[in-house]
């Protein structure tokens, strides 16, 4: 992995921010999305914070503070997701005796992660895509079919796919808002002098994403899906396409990684990564 911090001399003047036809107005983090969905966020990123997250879960922190080992943070932390959110105690948590129980098993933050891993277009995709589109301000570009008009039939399939995937469960947002939180805190602690780390991703061409600005040296401003996957392996990003786009995200952009926690997801290199405009390059194979 190789991780690199900006130096704002280097970079090009940023272009205008993020278009209005891809954020809302409000959302629910410390930063509007017109400015941390910005070439401008990407250069000199700051920290993200959901709102009251971590005061909320303010003596999980102060646990965590205590343990030196990574994988005992990870183990505290998901103790701690099983009692919070009563994941082994569905009738506690408003499950009707007797009712069909898989659903409501299946669906928290694991089950949502790991859903993203097999097919980020599916349900599990639609939820964490409508999470992000909620706390950040961040439209969703794409799910299985472009999301731009509003009134298509990929828009609305994309909605009730998010709904159904919802639907019944134990706060599982809450849950999302605490992976995303646990996540930074981690990340904070690892790279503690490091602002960005460079990530990688396979495409066939660049018309796949919505090009901005076109720059020298096959450089272009893109702007990404509210939700990606990249990954710090570049050979592995090779088998995903015949080009390779890379470029470096801000810490404060990695919603969670597979190493984040003991067997949240096979392999051990990809990232899923908040949107917005991005200065990216492209090289071949």
Same mark, same amino acid.
């Given at each position: 992995?190789?991780?690199?911090?900006?130096?704002?001399?280097?970079?090009?003047?940023?272009?205008?921010?993020?278009?209005?036809?891809?954020?809302?107005?409000?959302?629910?983090?410390?930063?509007?999305?017109?400015?941390?969905?910005?070439?401008?966020?990407?250069?000199?990123?700051?920290?993200?914070?959901?709102?009251?997250?971590?005061?909320?879960?303010?003596?999980?922190?102060?646990?965590?503070?205590?343990?030196?080992?990574?994988?005992? !943070?990870?183990? @505290?932390?998901?103790?701690? =997701?099983?009692?919070?959110?009563? /994941? +082994?105690? $569905? %009738?506690? #948590?408003?499950?009707?005796?007797?009712?069909?129980?898989?659903?409501?098993?299946?669906?928290?933050?694991?089950?949502?992660?790991?859903?993203?891993?097999?097919?980020?277009?599916?349900?599990?995709?639609?939820?964490?895509?409508?999470?992000?589109?909620?706390?950040?301000?961040?439209?969703?570009?794409?799910?299985?079919?472009?999301?731009?008009?509003?009134?298509?039939?990929?828009?609305?399939?994309?909605?009730?796919?998010?709904?159904?995937?919802?639907?019944?469960?134990?706060?599982?947002?809450?849950?999302?808002?605490?992976?995303?939180?646990?996540?930074?805190?981690?990340?904070?602690?690892?790279?503690?002098?490091?602002?960005?780390? !460079?990530?990688? @991703?396979?495409?066939?061409? =660049?018309?796949?994403?919505?090009? /901005? +600005?076109? $720059? %020298?040296? #096959?450089?272009?401003?893109?702007?990404?899906?509210?939700?990606?996957?990249?990954?710090?392996?570049?050979?592995?990003?090779?088998?995903?396409?015949?080009?390779?786009?890379?470029?470096?995200?801000?810490?404060?952009?990695?919603?969670?990684?597979?190493?984040?926690?003991?067997?949240?997801?096979?392999?051990?290199?990809?990232?899923?990564?908040?949107?917005?405009?991005?200065?990216?390059?492209?090289?071949?194979?």
């Amino acid at each position: 992995m190789e991780n690199d911090r900006q130096n704002s001399q280097d970079r090009p003047r940023a272009s205008p921010s993020l278009p209005a036809s891809a954020r809302q107005s409000i959302n629910r983090c410390n930063l509007p999305a017109v400015i941390l969905g910005s070439l401008t966020f990407q250069q000199h990123p700051v920290v993200l914070e959901i709102d009251g997250i971590r005061d909320f879960h303010a003596s999980l922190f102060r646990t965590l503070e205590t343990l030196a080992e990574p994988v005992e !943070r990870a183990q @505290r932390f998901m103790d701690y =997701m099983t009692v919070r959110f009563l /994941l +082994e105690e $569905l %009738e506690e #948590a408003g499950l009707t005796p007797g009712r069909k129980r898989k659903s409501r098993i299946n669906a928290n933050y694991l089950r949502m992660v790991r859903g993203w891993s097999f097919d980020s277009d599916g349900r599990e995709g639609a939820v964490l895509k409508r999470w992000a589109e909620s706390r950040f301000g961040l439209l969703a570009r794409h799910h299985a079919g472009s999301l731009l008009d509003r009134d298509s039939d990929s828009y609305h399939w994309y909605l009730a796919q998010g709904t159904r995937g919802l639907y019944a469960t134990n706060a599982l947002e809450a849950q999302l808002d605490l992976l995303y939180t646990y996540c930074q805190y981690e990340l904070a602690r690892e790279h503690p002098t490091q602002s960005h780390i !460079r990530l990688y @991703r396979g495409i066939n061409r =660049m018309d796949e994403h919505e090009v /901005l +600005e076109t $720059l %020298e040296g #096959a450089r272009y401003r893109v702007l990404l899906n509210n939700l990606n996957s990249f990954t710090s392996n570049r050979e592995r990003a090779d088998e995903f396409g015949d080009y390779i786009l890379e470029t470096s995200v801000p810490w404060p952009k990695v919603f969670f990684y597979n190493r984040l926690l003991p067997g949240m997801l096979k392999g051990e290199d990809e990232y899923v990564v908040i949107g917005g405009v991005y200065e990216v390059g492209i090289s071949t194979i």
